[in-house]
């Protein structure tokens, strides 16, 4: 006997648990990528395992992915941790070709059918559920509306009978998505990439891999990019390095800098050529208080040596001479690009309670140069826009409640501490539907810009170590998804995540109400979330995934009525 289950793509798979939930109409925009499951075991004493081909009948475009497990070690994290104890999680997402050529292959005793060239292959067994994971329209192509039936069958492998099937109905809207405005990034750690792989930086290999990286990234909504122009200031410990990741080429001589550019635009073209509109520029300081000069290489009689760092004190002559020349250098070359209005600078990372007389001297430091372009910092406290400090406050969810209402640039960020009393999250611990109610909250408060900041973050804590999150997801302080929303696959492939999937939901959430606004106002989109939600703020609870998906066909019916 075999079980089968059509599932929402916020229902989780776990192996000793399976919703009992199924879905047989799934709705979307035109332009609108859906993803839903197909969960699978064997039932009773025999077989306890056998190799089975999923296949699919479908006129839109569909992806295929086997849903992959990995082990979470520590799930006590308040609000969440009550869900689950410590187990496989399912997340990665191992790509599949959709219906590949089966192959009859196997000696004179046994012979099956095998996917010809697949490496995913599916082995099902009688005590533990899996699913499989579709997206339809996964590129956000626009399709023509309708009705589209969409068959999932499962074959044994041995002799292709079937051994369980079922439909469900796709439904396209005659109504498309407007473009996101929400400027999105995910801090994206070149030195990991490298190290992980084990190539050079900025090496031809290395922008083979970060083309695939960032193509994932834009599939699921992200389109700002960290562009290091000097080694980030992140997460390095006092008197520390992280590894040279300068895309800036600098030499000093006599005391007079100059600039060559020329990485940086290699680097700009393939993050453009990947899908990237906006690019945030590393920060000019320190991280927690600007106190220091970041990590800058320049060549110097002929020698290349570092010339700043945590040595140099932010607020120094020498420093802020090179401020002077070289942000009206990277200004004037950023406007030749055309980015004038789509660059974000940054000062210093979180600075906090009792670091506002440095924060002020970098601030004042930079002056009018950055005149223009965006600059703005994560940040807790209301007291650095209140001063003028911040231009743009890039909140943390677990309290911007002190922001709402009184910035007309609000951002929003949170990291892997913002989980408890109803914040949404994206760790693996967090429930799906608490993941993708963000993109609602994002709407709900006219939050401009969205910052997270690790995407491929294979560190541990303060940059030690290098963790593989397929086999230790709970690198990183134990914190399971925070510092990474894909994985490091073989030969340079990226492996998204149904976290990033979810998420990305949520951003077409914010779409759908941002295009219901522009077609009946934003008193349908209130009346629509006050139903489901009431009052919402960043503490949403919606309960069920059922409960956000009657909350996302409500919004489907307002686009399109029937």
């Known amino acids: ?45 025999k077989p306890k395992s056998a190799m089975v081909n999923v296949r699919s009948e479908c006129a839109l475009p569909l992806s295929t992915y086997l849903v992959g497990y990995v082990p979470v070690l520590h799930t006590d994290t308040q609000d969440y941790g009550a869900l689950r104890s410590p187990g496989l999680f399912p997340d990665m997402l191992l790509k599949k070709r959709t219906n590949p050529e089966l192959v009859r292959e196997g000696t004179q005793w046994s012979a099956q059918y095998y996917e010809k060239g697949e490496e995913t292959l599916i082995n099902a067994a009688n005590d533990a559920w899996q699913s499989v994971w579709f997206t339809v329209n996964e590129d956000g192509a626009e399709l023509a509306p309708g009705a589209y039936p969409v068959r999932i069958w499962f074959e044994e492998a041995e002799t292709r009978a079937v051994l369980a099937e079922a439909t469900a109905e796709v439904e396209i809207l005659p109504v498309a998505l407007l473009p996101q405005k929400l400027m999105y990034t995910n801090w994206f750690h070149c030195d990991c990439l490298a190290d992980f792989y084990g190539v050079e930086v900025f090496s031809d290999r290395f922008f083979d891999i970060f083309g695939r990286f960032v193509r994932a990234a834009v599939r699921n909504g992200m389109n700002m990019l960290l562009t290091p122009a000097f080694t980030p200031p992140l997460d390095t410990p006092i008197n520390s390095e992280r590894r040279t990741v300068q895309l800036v080429k600098i030499a000093r001589e006599n005391g007079a800098y100059s600039f060559d550019f020329s990485l940086m635009k290699r680097f700009l073209d393939a993050a453009r050529a990947a899908g990237i509109e906006y690019f945030e520029h590393a920060h000019l300081f320190s991280q927690w208080g600007a106190k220091a000069a970041p990590k800058i290489i320049a060549v110097e009689n002929g020698a290349e040596k570092r010339i700043f760092g945590w040595d140099t004190d932010a607020s120094g002559p020498e420093y802020r001479r090179f401020l002077r020349a070289y942000l009206p250098a990277v200004t004037a070359f950023l406007k030749d690009e055309g980015l004038e209005k789509k660059t974000l600078f940054h000062i210093s990372d979180e600075p906090g309670e009792g670091m506002e007389e440095s924060y002020a001297r970098a601030r004042e430091a930079v002056g009018d140069l950055l005149e223009g372009f965006m600059v703005g910092d994560a940040l807790s406290h209301y007291d650095y826009y209140e001063k003028g400090l911040v231009r743009i406050p890039i909140c943390v969810t677990s309290t911007i409640d002190s922001f709402l209402g009184r910035c007309d640039d609000l951002w929003a960020y949170y990291t892997g501490g913002q989980y408890q009393d109803g914040l949404s999250n994206r760790i693996l611990v967090c ?14 408060n006219r939050i401009k810009g969205f910052l997270h900041w690790g995407y491929n973050y294979y560190y541990d804590r303060m940059s030690h170590g290098l963790f593989d999150p397929r086999v230790n997801p709970c690198g990183y302080n134990n914190h399971a998804g925070t510092t990474y929303f894909v994985y490091p696959g073989r030969n340079g492939e990226p492996i998204q995540s149904v976290r990033q999937k979810v998420f990305g939901e949520g951003l077409n959430d914010l779409r759908a109400l941002e295009t219901l606004e522009s077609l009946k106002g934003r008193e349908e989109c209130d009346r629509i979330m006050r139903k489901h939600f009431g009052q919402v703020g960043f503490r949403v609870k919606p309960d069920s995934p059922e409960k956000l998906l009657a909350f996302r066909e409500d919004v489907n019916q307002a686009l399109a009525p029937h």
Do not use: K, W
């Open 1 to 45: 006997m075999f079980q089968m289950r059509l599932l929402s793509s916020l229902h989780r798979v776990f192996p000793d648990c399976c919703p009992a939930a199924r879905v047989v109409r799934l709705t979307a925009a035109a332009n609108e990528p859906l993803s839903f499951q197909a969960a699978f075991r064997l039932e009773g004493e």
């Open 431 to 444: 429930p799906s539907e608490q993941n993708r109610i963000l993109g609602t909250e994002l709407y709900a």
